[in-house]
């Protein structure tokens, strides 16, 4: 089932590395400048970032109770103020913080070391280079599809940018898509990419060179209904053959068995011994009219040995109501090293599948959304997927129905992702919950309170309303 790489031992030494001040002489230390990155080695910062990122993006807070919520995966059992969207910017304020402080700084901090080693030979800088600034701009666009419009061109720069002024969300794709090619172009697969600290692909440059090829097809795509000559020349740029299309080339960041290193939902389930989720009855009953069989791995049954979901958005009263009738996610999605998915083969099956129906590139659609749902069903530990195929064929007529509501199924557990796709191809159709405090089923995050007490200034120059959550992204036309 899930790729059994496992983040390596380095990953614990990195945080007593950045804690390596308080083992020092206390007096030595008091002529040290703390957040001096100098004393950091590279790799420590690159394993840093790789683990804050995915924590962040596969945990609690931004997935759990919130992307997964929003596409209706799951629900909350009590305290379920986010199913019905009662959320501002006091929410999603620690994330925001915590991917530009320990994800995008950190990277920035690398690479200013990078730039400083006179010693590394030139293909390896070029290459470690190059895994930095495909880490930094996934970073950013998972920010800029969850909030719009942000902090890009002069985010980093904190010395000369204290307050740094907000690119539009077109701007900031332009400037992913110029340096993921960039990246891309000047990868050498046979020079070696960091030899140590790289939890993601073990410094496998070929590997990195798939992941961002995927990435900027997923990127491209996302911006196809908005801007589809654009879109349309990067696709046809990308090397077909050097993507992510089978399960061994998955980019995947695979947690510890360590607690504090482990899957992020597993610490918040098993650790914290938080229960506040049930999978959603819109799953549940699409998985049984489907005769899905990743039924018996994304939920548990209830005490009766039935699945029975809950529905979405209901009262706190109602919902913990329910609470003890209903089905929870599995243990297996929760383990300690259930891995987060960065992208993976089924997503990319299924980006081609629409690159060719849209006639962007020459291929058969329903070759590549047969691949799809087959890498996601081997993904879940099942064989063959030739029966289900024969039940829920591709539609060409109806494709974005067809895509659209399997890739909803295929990205289960990775609720950012499920959140955007569904955003951008209206399917599944869901419905917004009788106690919802919104109108629509929200399309964007509200801005941090941190942002609008900080930097309100620049703020106010892309939104007047910080805790819009109606307002559809730049890409989101339809």
Not at 51 to 59: F, I, P, S, V, Y
Not at 232 to 257: C, E, Q
Not at 353 to 380: F, K, L, P, Q
Not at 418 to 433: F, K, S
Request: charged content about 20%; overall charge negative.
């Amino acid at each position: 089932m899930f790729k059994t790489m496992k983040l390596s031992a380095l990953a614990i030494a990195v945080f007593a590395a950045l804690n390596i001040y308080s083992c020092t002489d206390q007096l030595t230390a008091l002529n040290v400048d703390p957040n001096n990155p100098t004393a950091v080695p590279v790799e420590n910062l690159i394993t840093q970032a790789q683990q804050q990122l995915n924590n962040r993006m596969w945990g609690r807070s931004i997935n759990a109770e919130w992307g997964m919520l929003m596409v209706q995966q799951w629900s909350q059992n009590e305290y379920a103020e986010e199913s019905r969207y009662t959320v501002d910017g006091n929410s999603f304020d620690t994330d925001w913080l915590d991917l530009y402080v320990d994800v995008l700084s950190e990277l920035n901090a690398a690479q200013l070391l990078l730039d400083a080693n006179e010693g590394l030979a030139p293909a390896v800088k070029t290459n470690q280079t190059a895994i930095i600034t495909i880490l930094t701009e996934y970073t950013f666009h998972s920010l800029t599809d969850m909030y719009g419009a942000l902090p890009y061109s002069t985010a980093l720069d904190v010395e000369n940018n204290p307050l740094p002024a907000y690119d539009s969300q077109q701007a900031i794709y332009t400037g992913i898509v110029s340096k993921l090619q960039a990246a891309i172009s000047s990868i050498d697969a046979s020079a070696d990419g960091f030899s140590s600290g790289d939890a993601i692909f073990n410094g496998d440059m070929g590997a990195w060179k798939k992941f961002a090829n995927s990435f900027l097809l997923r990127v491209a795509m996302r911006m196809v209904d908005v801007d589809q000559a654009t879109a349309s020349d990067v696709i046809r740029g990308i090397d077909a053959s050097n993507l992510i299309t089978t399960n061994g080339d998955n980019a995947m960041f695979v947690f510890d068995a360590n607690p504090e290193i482990a899957n992020p939902l597993f610490v918040d389930a098993t650790i914290n011994g938080r229960d506040d989720f049930a999978v959603s009855d819109v799953l549940i009953d699409a998985l049984v009219a489907k005769g899905d069989p990743r039924l018996s791995v994304y939920s548990d049954t209830t005490n009766s040995g039935e699945y029975v979901g809950m529905p979405p958005g209901l009262t706190d009263a109602a919902a913990f109501d329910l609470k003890a009738k209903t089905s929870r996610p599995s243990a297996f999605v929760r383990s300690a090293t259930a891995p987060s998915i960065m992208i993976d083969a089924a997503e990319v099956n299924f980006l081609l599948a629409e690159a060719y129906e849209r006639d962007i590139i020459s291929g058969d659609a329903a070759a590549a959304y047969d691949a799809a749902v087959s890498a996601s069903m081997e993904y879940w530990g099942f064989s063959d997927a030739s029966g289900y195929l024969a039940a829920n064929p591709y539609d060409g007529g109806n494709w974005k129905k067809s895509i659209g509501v399997q890739k909803w199924l295929a990205m289960y557990m990775n609720g950012t992702q499920a959140w955007a796709e569904w955003r951008r191809l209206d399917y599944p159709e869901l419905a917004v919950p009788a106690a919802a405090t919104n109108p629509v089923i929200p399309v964007r995050l509200p801005y941090p309170i941190s942002e609008q007490q900080r930097n309100g200034t620049e703020l106010g120059k892309v939104s007047s309303n910080p805790n819009d959550m109606s307002t559809k992204l730049w890409w989101d036309v339809n």
